[in-house]
């Protein structure tokens, strides 16, 4: 069974930055999209990022500028560099990939936490 990895999480201070980083245990066919999601405690599960296979990409408002996503095709995976850190980005962040039309695939989650 295809399982998503995550790795590139942990602790920072506010300012600070982190790359994410998600690949597959195995191969998989024709990705779509690919993204990242966060969930904070008390919050619900929001899209921080989400890039297509042609490269059209898409952000939470309160990332642009600071987060960046990118991906390799070739690799099965996608990135995610977080600059300017802020505690409000301090979330449980999983990747998804999607293949269309059923197919959807999620990480086991990676811990961000940014102190102030």
């Known amino acids: 069974q295809v399982q998503l990895v995550e790795s590139g999480g942990g602790l920072v201070q506010a300012g600070g930055s982190l790359r994410l980083s998600c690949s597959s245990s195995g191969t998989i066919f024709s990705i779509d999209a690919m993204g990242w999601y966060r969930h904070a405690p008390g919050e619900q599960r929001e899209l921080v990022a989400k890039?297509?296979?042609?490269?059209?990409?898409n952000y939470l408002d309160s990332v642009k500028g600071r987060f960046t996503i990118s991906r390799d095709n070739a690799k099965n995976t996608v990135y995610l560099q977080m600059n300017s850190l802020k505690p409000e980005d301090t979330a449980v962040y999983y990747c998804n990939m999607v293949v269309p039309p059923w197919e959807d695939y999620w990480g086991q989650g990676i811990q961000v936490t940014v102190s102030s």
């Open positions: 890039i297509t296979r042609g490269g059209s990409k």
